[in-house]
Every structure is written in C-alpha cells, then in structure tokens.
Antibody, heavy 122, light 110 residues
Framework: QITLKESGPTLVKPTQTLTLTCTFS??????????VGWIRQPPGKALEWLAL???????RYSPSLRTRLTITKDTSKNQVVLTVTTMDPVDTATYYC??????????????WGQGTLVTVSS | QAVLTQPPSASGTPGQRVTISCSGT????????AYWYQQLPGTAPRLLIY???QRPSGVPDRFSGSKSGTSASLAISGLRSEDEADYYC???????????FGGGTKLTVL
C-alpha cells in the first residue's frame, strides 16, 4: 500500500524560503520507473504542477517557477524535499506530493498525500 | 489561467449521464494521454482515469474517458449524490516539458 505525507511549516513570512518534505512508504525511489511530484492548490483554485523527480534523479520543473524551485530525494529515508525560495502571499496553497506510477506505458500521478496548507503572511 | 480548459460547472440529476470536457492543444492532449482526477470537498485528488480511457482498480465503470483531437472528455453515467465533487483533467505538455492541469469543473448533483 502506497502512502505519502507532506510536512513542513504552516506559516512562512514573505521573502522566506519554504522547505517541504514528502515522506512515503510502500515503494522505493530507487526502483526503475518510479517518481514523486509536487502539486499545489491555492484556496478555492485549481491544481498547479510544480516539480517532479524520478528514480534516476531526472528532475523537471514548472517553467513559470523554475528559478525558485529545487527538488531532491533521499532514497535511504524514503523522502523527497521541495524548496521554494522568495515566498509571496500568492504562494499560499495546499501543497501535495504524489507518487508517479505507470500503466499502459504511461507515467502519471496515481497516489496523493493528504496535502499541507502553507500560508504566507507577515 | 489554466493551460487546459474545462467548464467551471456541470450538473445533473441522479441516474443521469453527464460529460465534462477538457480542451487542450497539439502539444498536450492532442499528442499525449489525458488523465482525470476527482476531488471531494476537503480531500486530496483521486485518480479516476489514466491513459485517456483506463480506470484504476476500484473506480466504478460508471466513469469513462475518451479523446478526440485536442479535447478529452470524462463521462459519468448513473449519476449519484456521492459524485458531487470537483473534477480536473491533466496531461503532459511537450512544449512546456511539464504537467498541465485544467481549471477544474464543479459537478453538482441536483
């Protein structure tokens, strides 16, 4: 059974750096074809993909946020970390991490964590 | 502004069939698969359809997906009150080299 859980601060100040950790179980990020991604959702708004990392350390970032994002993995701890620099109130959102699985030759987000709400305010 | 375009709302009565559309471009849905997620109030998204028309185990066959050109659709037959939720489409975009989502459709069961 795959489970993921996000953790990190619930409140950050503008200009600060946000560090979120996704701790997972039920799979290994050293297994070929596996990945983890981050997606966020501002209150009452749509989902927005942020970044992903694959088993082979291949990383992809949202073009609009690329300069502010860094994603890393710690295979031994079963964790993926996302950092977002220069936080702004518009970054207030629920941040989700999700397992990237495969089926029919495709890779996609198939299991999601419960999400963690991050508020940016002074 | 979401890359994929969905109607903001849809509705139907119990037992009815409803369809939700998702319009994209040649760099995403036109050449890649579509995915659909259901988000019940206060919960995380749940995968409903992968690879355009495949259902994960546990998803009722009342849910089905299809694609034509640069648009994808999610159909829900035998509508139930528990289907009231937000629905999001998603796809990989080759031009952006990343995932794109629709703006979401709020489904109301009357």
């Amino acid at each position: 059974q795959i489970t993921l859980k996000e953790s990190g601060p619930t409140l950050v100040k503008p200009t600060q750096t946000l560090t979120l950790t996704c701790t997972f179980s039920g799979f290994s990020l050293s297994t070929r074809g596996v990945g983890v991604g981050w997606i966020r959702q501002p209150p009452g708004k749509a989902l927005e993909w942020l970044a992903l990392i694959y088993w082979d350390d291949d990383k992809r970032y949202s073009p609009s946020l690329r300069t502010r994002l860094t994603i890393t993995k710690d295979t031994s701890k079963n964790q993926v970390v996302l950092t977002v620099t220069t936080m702004d109130p518009v970054d207030t959102a629920t941040y989700y991490c999700a397992h990237i699985g495969s089926g029919s030759g495709n890779y996609y987000f198939d299991q999601w964590g419960q999400g963690t709400l991050v508020t940016v305010s002074s | 502004q979401a890359v994929l375009t969905q109607p903001p709302s849809a509705s139907g009565t119990p037992g009815q069939r409803v369809t939700i559309s998702c319009s994209g471009t040649s760099s995403n849905i036109g050449s890649k698969n579509a995915y659909w997620y259901q988000q019940l109030p206060g919960t995380a998204p749940r995968l409903l359809i992968y690879a355009t028309n495949q259902r994960p185990s546990g998803v009722p066959d009342r849910f089905s997906g299809s694609k034509s050109g640069t648009s994808a659709s999610l159909a829900i037959s035998g509508l139930r009150s528990e289907d009231e939720a937000d629905y999001y489409c998603a796809s990989w975009d080759d031009s952006l080299s990343g995932w794109v989502f629709g703006g979401g459709t709020k489904l109301t069961v009357l």
